[in-house]
Structure formats: structure tokens, C-alpha cells
């Protein structure tokens, strides 16, 4: 967890600095979107590779599905409902 | 952009399952180190639009209602979930206020002697850190708030590059502060619902 915290700091400590040119962080814009995918794609790798996952999914994968799915529906309301309520609007991007 | 992500995905578990161990076990143990670069531009870009600070200070206390909805909110469904099923209604909360974070989640439950509801907990906050990959885009087009609710405790480590190029700097410092709250109440609510 300490790593997360330091490389975050390490890249605000950046940006806040303002060393950084517009063209520069046009180019952090289209890295981010290419490692994202790339990440994305790993953490796939490691979902196909684990053989835990891959064995239950036949068994048990509806229920944790269906689990998984009202959790998120879940947050989605309530997080909508208590925002509305009392946080100034976020609006859309 | 969804698309993109599920392609992603998709190609990603269809090479785990099937291509050699060696390439396999590289990528996997790659995607840690991926995610800390990425997490390093997340910084500049927080950095960069420093003054969303001063309006998350102005927010003050009630920026917790964040990851209060997405706690509360997870549990519910866990509840109503486990209804629907005809289950036990603790082991389903035990199971969905793992919010996200499998490693531990699944752990937790097994620990606490229920191993069955380990493996679906488990299972099931995989499928959540997936739905949270493919949702975040869609929903921050309507609302940005509503986009870090899927995320849970993902969100302050692998969700949170996601939520930074879909919403704005400002909702993903907002974000991370969920996710690391999230974080700190798994390993606290999992126990407490397995008894």
C-alpha cells in the first residue's frame, strides 16, 4: 500500500512543480490510455491464468455473479441518493 | 471506449488460460509495476490540477458519504441478493462487503470457517473489479460520483487509472479517498458478518 502512496506523490510532486509543457502532459494523456489498456489486459492474464478462478467459475459462478451484480447495483443507488443529497452536483464529464 | 476495455479483457483471460505458463506468469507479475506507472502519470494529473483541492476542502466531512453509500450499498445488495437466493443473509453481506478486493475477501471467509462462502466471495469481487472496468466509462458520462460507486476498494489502486481518464482530477482524488476507506473496512466488516 506504501507504494501506491509514494508513486502518487512522487507524480503530484511532478505535475505540482510545473516543469511539465502542455505537450507533455498531451503525451501523459495518450500514455495513460495505452497502459490502461495494456493493464487491462493483464489483469486478464492473471484472471485466465489462475487455475482457483477458472476451476469454480462452473460451480459457483452464476451466484457470484448475481452476488457481484447487486453489489454494484447497490453502490450505484446509494451512492446516488446520498450524493444528490449532499454533495454539490458533480455534474457529467 | 467500453469496447476497447472488454477486448482488452477478453484477449487477456483467453492468453492466461491458454497461452504458455512462462509468458503467463511474466505478465501477471508485470501488470503490478504497470499499474504504479500508471499510477505515477494519475499523480501529475492531480498535481497538475492542484486548485480541486481547495474545492475538496470546501466539500470538508461530506465526502464520506462516498464510500458510506458504496459500503451501505454493498451490503444491501448483499442482503437482497442472498433473499432472492434463499440463502443465509449474513454469509451474503460477508460476501459483498468484500467490496472488490478478492485477495483478502475470499481469504477472510475461509479464515472465519466458512470456506464455500470464501470461494464464492471470492469469485464474486473478481467479478466486481470486472464490471467495474467495463461501467466506469458509461456511467461518468452521467454522473461522475455515481462512476467511483462500482469501484469499492479498488479504487485506490487498480480501478483508480480508470477513474482518472474517464472522470476529472477531482473526482478521482475523491475516488482514492473512497478506496483507501473501503480498504480499511474489508478486512473489519468480512470478519463481522462471518459469524
Known amino acids: 500500500m506504501w507504494k501506491i502512496f509514494l508513486v502518487l506523490g512522487l507524480g503530484f510532486l511532478v505535475g505540482f512543480s510545473g516543469q511539465l509543457t502542455e505537450k507533455g502532459l498531451r503525451i501523459n494523456a495518450r500514455l495513460q490510455t495505452v497502459w490502461l489498456m495494456l493493464l487491462i489486459f493483464c489483469m486478464g492474464v492473471g484472471i485466465g491464468r489462475n487455475q482457483e478462478i477458472i476451476q469454480a467459475l462452473p460451480s459457483l459462478g452464476g451466484k457470484a455473479f448475481l452476488f457481484a451484480l447487486f453489489a454494484v447495483a447497490g453502490s450505484i443507488a446509494v451512492v446516488f441518493l446520498l450524493t444528490k443529497l449532499f454533495l454539490p452536483k458533480g455534474g457529467t464529464k | 471506449m467500453s469496447k476497447a476495455i472488454l477486448i482488452a479483457l477478453v484477449l487477456g483471460i483467453g492468453a492466461g488460460m491458454y497461452i504458455p505458463e512462462i509468458w503467463s506468469a511474466f505478465l501477471d507479475a508485470s501488470s503490478s509495476y504497470m499499474l504504479l506507472i500508471l499510477l505515477f502519470c494519475v499523480g501529475i494529473d492531480m498535481g497538475v490540477h492542484r486548485e480541486v483541492f481547495v474545492q475538496i476542502r470546501r466539500m470538508g466531512l461530506r465526502i464520506l458519504v462516498i464510500p458510506l453509500g458504496v459500503v451501505l450499498g454493498s451490503l444491501a445488495g448483499g442482503a437482497l441478493c442472498a433473499m432472492l437466493l434463499q440463502g443465509d443473509v449474513m454469509e451474503g453481506i460477508a460476501i459483498t462487503s468484500g467490496l472488490g478486493w478478492y485477495s483478502l475477501s475470499g481469504i477472510l471467509m475461509t479464515e472465519a470457517g466458512n470456506p464455500a462462502g470464501g470461494a464464492i466471495s471470492f469469485l464474486s469481487n473478481v467479478f466486481r473489479e470486472v ?43 475523491l475516488a482514492f479517498i473512497s478506496g483507501v476507506l473501503c480498504t480499511l473496512a474489508v478486512p473489519v466488516l468480512v470478519p463481522f458478518f462471518c459469524i
Open chain 2, 131 to 173: 464490471f467495474t472496468f467495463l461501467l466506469v466509462p458509461i456511467l461518468a458520462r452521467r454522473n461522475v460520483y455515481v462512476a467511483i460507486a462500482p469501484a469499492g476498494a479498488t479504487a485506490m489502486d487498480t480501478t483508480l487509472p480508470l477513474l482518472s481518464k474517464y472522470t476529472d482530477s477531482q473526482t478521482a482524488i
